[in-house]
Each structure stands twice: as C-alpha cells, then as structure tokens.
C-alpha cells in the first residue's frame, strides 16, 4: 500500500510539472505570437508607400546568393509594390492581426484549461467548453489568414498587372498543422464530454 501511495505521489507531482510547463509554454507562446504579429506589420508597410509581401509566383529560375552563385527554382518571392488598393491593404492587415487573435485566444484558453486541471477540476462543462473553443480557434486561424491574404494578394498582383488566382491554394499549406492540431483537440472535446458525462452519472448514483 505504501509503495502504491508513493507511485501515486509520484505520478501527481509529474503531472502538476507537466501542466506547469504547459502553462509557461503557453504564455512564452502568447509573447512570440504578439511580436511576430508586430514584426510582421511593420515589414508590410516596411516602404513608405507601398506594401511588402511575401508570395507564391509562377516558378522561375534564379541565381541563387550562395558562394559564387548558384542556380535554382523559386516559387516565393517577397514584393514591394505601389499602388495597391486601400481594401487590399485592409485585407492584409487583417489577415496577420486576425491569425493572431485567434492564435493568441487559443493560447489563453490552453492556458486556462491547464489552470483547472492543476486545480483539480477535469471533467466539468466549463472544460469541454473551453476545449471546443480552442478546437474551433484554431480551424478559424487556419482559414481566416488565408482568405484574407488571398484578398489582400488580388490586390498587390492587380496593381503589378497580373492574376494571382494560379497560386490560391498555395496559401493553405501553412494552415495544415492548425487543421491537424484542431482535429486532436477535437478529440480531447470528445474525451471530456463522456468523462463529465460519465462523472454525472457516477454522482447520481452516490
């Protein structure tokens, strides 16, 4: 019985270290989303008038700056173009500050969750509620920067005399690990839902 209880105490320790880091990973990542969002805010309007942007183009040769030079294939390039259109503009700033709006809320409610399993409360509405928002803010980061950016990228091709339709769906990729992360967490939503349900119903019977 003793060694029980001692792997027992063990077990409990780790697990507070664990939601303990997570909380402190959380808050480190809310800092490194702000700034990143600032940075990137900056470099777009970097030239005074005109907007930077980094963007899928038709895949070109190029020579690349590696020694004495070296050939390759690019299909990004970052551009500074004039002449964009004021709702472009809007849409590009709102494709980074709206990313990270979502990113910083899921952080936040990663953090929160983290806080109620240290206090001892796991399976309770609140917690599949949360679950589900940070399920669903991350869905929403995965789609809301590209289709922003995409409308904001209409505009900077627009103004070059060019279409940026071809390289659309290039703009998802980096939205794949956000579906893949918001997927597992939809997962643990499953998990806490028949755990408070199963909780309710074992408290009836008490």
């Keep these: ?23 402190i990973v959380g808050a480190l990542a809310i800092g ?45 390039a970052t551009l500074v173009v004039e002449g964009v259109n004021t709702v472009s503009v809007v849409s590009l700033v709102l494709a980074i500050a709206l990313r990270a709006v979502c990113l910083i809320a899921v952080a936040v409610l990663a953090v929160i969750v983290c806080q109620r399993l240290l206090s001892g409360v796991v399976f309770d509405q609140l917690n599949t509620r949360l679950t589900f928002a940070t399920s669903i803010g991350l869905l929403a980061a995965g ?13 900077v091709f627009a103004a070059l005399g060019g279409d940026f339709g071809d390289d659309r769906w290039l703009l998802l990729r980096d939205g794949i690990p956000l579906f893949v992360a918001a997927i597992a967490v939809g997962v643990l939503v499953i998990v ?12 009836g019977l008490v």
């Design 143 to 155: 789609l809301i920067g590209p289709w922003f950016e995409s409308m904001g990228l209409n505009g």
């Design 1 to 23: 019985m003793t060694k029980d209880m001692a792997k027992q105490a063990r077990q409990a320790k780790a697990d507070r270290n664990d939601l303990f880091t997570a909380m």
């Design 32 to 76: 490194v989303l702000v700034y990143d969002a600032v940075r990137r805010l900056v470099e777009l309007f970097s030239t005074a008038g005109a907007v930077t942007v980094t963007a899928p183009v038709p895949a070109q040769t190029i020579t690349a700056a590696i020694g004495d030079g070296a050939p390759g294939t690019t299909d990004m």
């Design 192 to 203: 806490f839902r028949r755990g408070a349900r199963l909780q309710k119903e074992t408290e």
